[in-house]
């Protein structure tokens, strides 16, 4: 067997650990992060603070989003990526997170469960 066919637990890791993505994601849908990011880039701190999140774990939370792809982070000021300006913002007509929304608040408990 060689580098190459290396057999690793990447893809069952990922997998199994998928809800993390997920349920960040909904998370900042829930609380309209990406409808506040859409007024311009902003730093942690008064993102935090409008979003009304406590100190302890929002830069995580930010920086989390920064590496699902669904923020970027530049100078430390965060800002929606295309896809998630152009869909997650709740004042554009392409919103697609009320669907995101449902799946959160009906779907996501009896995953849970």
């Known amino acids: 067997m060689t580098a190459q066919d290396a057999v690793t637990p990447e893809k ?20 309209g992060l990406f409808t506040e990011l859409a007024k311009g880039a902003t730093d942690a701190e008064t993102l935090r603070t ?3 999140l406590h100190p302890r774990a929002a830069r995580d939370f930010f920086d ?12 430390g000021r965060y800002r929606n990526t295309a896809a998630s300006g152009a869909f997650l913002d709740r004042a554009k007509a392409s919103y697609v ?6 799946a959160n608040a009906r779907l996501y408990g009896f995953w849970a469960r």
């Open 12 to 31: 069952i890791l990922q997998m199994g650990f998928g809800f993390w993505a997920s349920k960040t994601l909904l998370s900042a849908v829930e609380l």
């Open 64 to 75: 989390a989003l920064v590496a699902l792809g669904m923020l970027e982070r530049q100078d």
């Open 50 to 52: 409008r979003l009304r």
């Open 97 to 102: 997170g009320g669907l995101l929304e449902m």
